[in-house]
């Protein structure tokens, strides 16, 4: 793993040699934007939730009265948290904003709570296209403000409070960090957008090369965005599209990770290259070898899992709770 700084993002990035556990698993996987029903793609990524998971020292269910009905939120409690009070990291699932389960990303989220020895908090938003953006940002915003809020009563330091997401998470956690910059909200210790859709991938060289056969479909991509918007959404909106926001000053310290084997590396490597020149304190990672999705691939290579411990060490090295 090559980790870069704000002065050394590279100009482009592309494919090395795919690692041939996942190139195995593949063909046996789900895929997400698959041209099935959604109800079938869901049930396709049923198996990504299924037992047994990892040793945690706990888990357990937040449900608060959130802005559009009750909020369910999973949290994991390290075996040894490495500070007292804990950092966190509050998690937005990937699915194109119209898949994912907590379970389907419980593997991911106890392996990163133990390794960083942080507790981490998954949030359960509203699917499309049953809730219609803004619903999703909504009730991401309102939990990181809560948990800012409630900090002292869940052991957390404020100091020390991360938002990371994956895929459509990645893309609502450059928006939130975005919202809360721009309304003058809490500041989040770090942001952690892994393989983000920062902007549509469909006129991009990724987009292109890797457009099918590799867990995400390129032009699954914009039917799953057809399920988030109305007809009277702006799709060039900075809080839809985060790539186009007019300035991407005064944002959080970031991790930003892309993948070789990804309709979405090069719209994540661009966004990382703004961040930088917007002199932000910047992560960047670059895994030529894997696919989108890698942290729900842990049990089928031995590459995925060792990715998404290098995350959980570089979001402990971040929060400085080593």
């Known amino acids: 793993m090559t980790v870069y700084d704000r002065h050394s993002i590279p100009e482009s990035v592309g494919r090395g040699t795919l690692d041939p556990e996942l190139e ?61 009070p804990s950092a966190a990291l509050v998690y937005i699932h990937g699915g194109g904003f119209t898949y994912g389960t907590l379970d389907e990303f419980e593997v991911p989220m106890r392996l990163i709570a133990e390794r960083a020895g942080i507790l981490t908090y998954a949030v359960d938003y509203q699917l499309a296209p049953e809730a219609k953006y803004p619903t999703q940002i909504d009730e991401i915003e309102f939990f990181v403000r809560w948990l800012f809020e409630h900090a002292e009563d869940e052991h957390v330091d404020p100091a020390r409070i991360a938002l990371g997401g994956d895929s459509a998470g990645g893309n609502m956690t450059c928006v939130i960090a975005l919202k809360l910059r721009d309304e003058h909200g809490p500041r989040l210790a770090l942001q952690v957008p892994l393989f983000p859709e920062a902007a549509f991938p ?30 009277s959404d702006d799709g060039r909106h900075p809080y839809v599209t985060p790539l186009n926001a007019e300035s991407h000053a005064d944002l959080p310290p970031t991790i930003l990770v892309t993948n070789g084997y990804d309709p979405l590396r090069d719209v994540g490597h661009e966004y990382a290259r703004r961040l930088a020149a917007a002199g932000n304190d910047i992560s960047y990672v670059h895994n030529p070898d894997l696919t989108h999705g890698f942290p729900q691939f842990t049990r089928y290579s031995r590459a995925c899992h060792a990715a998404t411990e290098q995350l959980a060490d570089l979001i402990k090295a971040k929060l400085n709770v080593g």
């Open 24 to 84: 195995a698993w593949l063909p046996h996987g789900p895929t997400l934007g698959a041209d099935v029903s959604i109800a079938q793609g869901r049930r396709d990524h049923a198996v990504l939730g299924e037992g047994p998971w990892p040793e945690i020292g706990a888990v357990d269910t937040l449900i608060l009265p959130g802005p559009h009905g009750s909020l369910t939120v999973r949290r994991h409690t390290p075996t040894r948290p490495s500070r007292d």
């Open 202 to 231: 469909g006129d991009t060289l990724s987009g292109s090369e890797n457009r099918t056969g590799l867990y995400l479909e390129t032009n699954g991509i914009y039917e799953m965005v057809r399920n988030l918007l109305k007809n």
